[in-house]
């Protein structure tokens, strides 16, 4: 295995690992723990840490070493307030003809993964879903920036996702993402932003 491919298996391994609320913002990074977890050396671990820090997922303490990146309660408002604003522009500017294989697709992983309590991989299929709602409006400048803008918030959702997964029916997550997709399957703009609205994103803060 090459160190380029290290590295990429090392970056796969940590996002998903943070971003499925294994890792909480701000848990400490230990190298020797993270090498002989990975089973990889020192040298593509901090490349693949580096990379995951440009992602704003990892960051780096002057002589304490990497942590979960942590937000602020500020941070988290105006990423919400960023992600509307690119939400409702993508929706509003999405044309009649519009191919749904794709959001299809993202929304059987999402079923799929329920249903085998895969966490890590429910994780990223709520990405997905999301991103390929926005990416419909066949802006893929804004569909870039809005995945961006998804992951990190997904830092915080992360979180509470996993506790969500402990009181609430794991079919929930799945009627909500049903329900989205069934209003985008309509192409009712009003309907799609109200879905959206209630979808349930904001309750992952609290």
Known sequence: MTAYSLVELAVDRLRRDILSGRNDPGERLVEEQLTKRLGISRAPLREAMRLLAEQGLVEHIPRRGARVATLSDDDVRELYEV?????????????????????????????????????????????????????????????????TILVRIQLY??????????????????????????????????????????????????
Do not use: C, K, W
Request: charged share 30%; hydrophobic share 40%; proline share 1%.
């Open 83 to 147: 992600r509307d604003v690119l939400e409702r522009h993508a929706v509003t500017t999405t044309g009649e003809h519009r191919d749904l294989l794709r959001l299809r697709s993202a929304l059987d992983t999402i079923r799929a993964a329920t249903d085998a309590g895969d966490r890590p991989a429910l994780a990223d299929a709520h990405r997905r879903f999301h991103v390929e709602v926005v990416a419909l409006s066949g802006n893929r400048q804004l569909t870039a920036l809005y995945e």
């Open 157 to 206: 959702m992360a979180v509470n996702m996993r506790r969500e997964a402990e009181t609430a029916r794991a079919s929930d997550g799945v009627h909500r993402h049903e329900r989205l997709f069934a209003a985008v399957e309509r192409g009712d703009t009003a309907e799609i932003l109200t879905a959206l609205s209630a979808h349930g994103a904001r309750t992952y803060l609290s």
